[in-house]
């Protein structure tokens, strides 16, 4: 059972915007008095709090409530199990001894997952990507140092994987992404009591054709040369995430062109061009 006090409590904890409070206490009524509901949550709801990682990584593929939980279920599920995952981020940020610095970042990064597509995207409830991502962070699964984020995605007896992820919202400044792998290195020993790190990037930026195609002086192209790239699937999708903030169009001519990049890469589309994401290793 949902409780309202929990929904209360996790209101100040992540400092959430009271004027969701009423549509969170209609989505717990929601949930509440339907069984069926109620079981879907409670599942879902254990894999992200309790259960490996590997298996957190399974439910990337579903894109629809309905499917992921049950038919009918109030869409809103997703907000609501982001909200009241604080009890699992005090257990966690306290596992990790993050410093104060660190825990206003992650508090911060795990409210924008709760709000990004509510404000930015006008969606009525958040995608199951962004509930997901959340819980990279209530579980402390990536640290943020300066410009990049990394996540620990294993470590065995010769080195620790380091997995680096590219927030969205300001340039990818070169200096600042140097500043923060350097940094990384301390940092993330600290926390995780790591040594011998591997940094790998799985990113769009990466991509050869983008980078075949972009001028060689600018903050995505010098990133790229930090790697050594293979071609991985297509990216096309990301793209028109991350670049024209679009899930998907149906004619490439109607894409925006506000940016140098987003007319080149228009341009690349129009013509056929298949984008695949860079898989890099970072040179030692």
Same mark, same amino acid.
């Given at each position: 059972?949902i409780?309202? #006090?929990?929904?209360?409590?996790? +209101?100040?904890?992540?400092?959430?915007?009271?004027?969701?409070?009423?549509? $969170?206490? !209609?989505?717990?009524?929601?949930?509440?008095?339907?069984?069926?509901?109620?079981?879907?949550?409670?599942?879902?709801?254990?894999?992200?709090?309790? *259960?490996?990682?590997? %298996?957190?990584?399974?439910?990337?593929?579903?894109?629809?409530? =309905?499917?992921?939980? $049950?038919?009918?279920?109030?869409?809103?599920?997703?907000?609501?199990?982001?909200?009241?995952?604080? /009890?699992?981020?005090?257990?966690?940020?306290?596992?990790?001894?993050?410093d &104060?610095e !660190?825990?206003?970042? =992650?508090?911060?990064?795990?409210?924008? $997952?709760?709000?990004?597509?509510?404000?930015? @995207?006008?969606?009525?409830?958040?995608? &199951?990507? !962004?509930?997901l991502?959340?819980?990279?962070?209530? @579980?402390?699964?990536?640290?943020?140092?300066?410009?990049? #984020?990394?996540?620990?995605l294993?470590?065995?007896?010769?080195?620790?994987?380091?997995?680096?992820?590219?927030?969205?919202? *300001?340039?990818?400044? +070169?200096?600042?992404? &140097?500043?923060?792998i350097?940094?990384?290195?301390?940092?993330?020993?600290?926390?995780?009591?790591?040594? /011998?790190?591997?940094?790998?990037?799985?990113?769009?930026?990466?991509?050869?054709?983008? /980078?075949?195609?972009?001028?060689?002086?600018?903050?995505?192209?010098?990133?790229?040369?930090? +790697? %050594?790239?293979? %071609?991985?699937e297509?990216?096309?999708?990301? &793209?028109?995430?991350?670049?024209?903030?679009?899930?998907?169009?149906?004619?490439?001519?109607?894409? #925006?062109? %506000?940016?140098?990049? !987003? @007319?080149l890469?228009?341009?690349?589309?129009?013509?056929?061009?298949i984008?695949?994401?860079? #898989?890099?290793i970072?040179?030692?």
């Amino acid at each position: 059972m949902i409780l309202k #006090q929990d929904i209360d409590t996790a +209101f100040i904890y992540y400092n959430i915007d009271e004027n969701y409070k009423d549509r $969170c206490y !209609q989505c717990m009524h929601n949930i509440n008095s339907n069984k069926s509901f109620l079981d879907a949550f409670n599942k879902i709801n254990n894999i992200l709090n309790n *259960s490996d990682f590997k %298996d957190i990584k399974e439910l990337w593929m579903y894109k629809d409530v =309905n499917v992921l939980f $049950c038919d009918g279920i109030d869409p809103f599920i997703t907000n609501l199990i982001i909200l009241l995952s604080y /009890n699992t981020s005090e257990e966690y940020l306290k596992k990790y001894n993050l410093d &104060i610095e !660190q825990i206003n970042i =992650n508090k911060n990064r795990i409210k924008e $997952c709760f709000e990004s597509d509510l404000i930015n @995207r006008k969606y009525d409830s958040v995608r &199951i990507s !962004q509930m997901l991502w959340a819980f990279y962070f209530v @579980r402390v699964r990536i640290i943020e140092i300066g410009r990049l #984020q990394y996540e620990l995605l294993e470590t065995n007896k010769d080195n620790s994987i380091i997995k680096i992820h590219i927030p969205s919202g *300001s340039k990818l400044d +070169f200096d600042k992404v &140097i500043n923060s792998i350097n940094l990384s290195k301390r940092v993330l020993k600290e926390i995780y009591q790591i040594d /011998n790190m591997v940094y790998k990037c799985n990113s769009w930026s990466l991509s050869n054709e983008l /980078n075949r195609i972009i001028e060689k002086e600018s903050n995505i192209h010098k990133f790229y040369n930090l +790697f %050594d790239v293979e %071609d991985g699937e297509d990216c096309i999708s990301d &793209i028109l995430n991350f670049v024209y903030k679009k899930k998907e169009i149906n004619n490439y001519v109607e894409l #925006q062109e %506000d940016t140098k990049l !987003q @007319r080149l890469i228009k341009k690349e589309l129009i013509d056929g061009t298949i984008f695949n994401i860079g #898989q890099g290793i970072l040179r030692k």
